[in-house]
């Protein structure tokens, strides 16, 4: 059974920072691309940050030079580090897990529970 797990979220004030984690069992970690994303009220989830099998990253513009995503695959775990938060960037966070697959397979793709951040004075 695959559990993608987050934890780290909470309240923050603006300027702050938080760290998510995202503990993975039931699938081989090192050979699945990890994201996060987040989804606000009334808005439609958006990726913010994807790191590859070989380590390269992807950010969306709004994050860039303030998140950081990595790997650790010894622990099957993937961070984001957030630092200079904005109230913009409350939302319910996502852990994503995802693997292409030959042959026109669909890639396979899990998801985890969320956990809230909410950056407010």
């Given at each position: 059974?695959?559990q ?13 920072s ?9 699938i ?5 691309a990890?994201?996060?994303y ?9 990726m913010?940050?994807?790191?590859t ?16 995503i ?15 938060l904005?109230p913009e960037?409350?939302?319910v966070?996502y852990?994503?897990?995802r ?23």
């Amino acid at each position: 059974q695959v559990q993608l797990v987050e934890s780290g979220g909470g309240l923050v004030q603006p300027g702050g920072s938080l760290r998510l984690s995202c503990a993975a069992s039931g699938i081989t970690f090192s050979t699945f691309a990890m994201g996060w994303y987040r989804q606000a009220p009334g808005k439609q989830r958006e990726m913010v940050a994807i790191i590859t099998t070989t380590g390269g990253t992807n950010y969306v513009g709004s994050v860039q030079d303030r998140f950081i995503i990595s790997r650790e695959n010894a622990k099957n775990t993937v961070y984001l580090e957030m630092n200079g938060l904005k109230p913009e960037d409350t939302a319910v966070y996502y852990c994503n897990a995802r693997k292409q697959r030959p042959w026109g397979l669909p890639p396979l793709e899990y998801w985890g529970q969320g956990t809230q951040v909410t950056v407010s004075s």
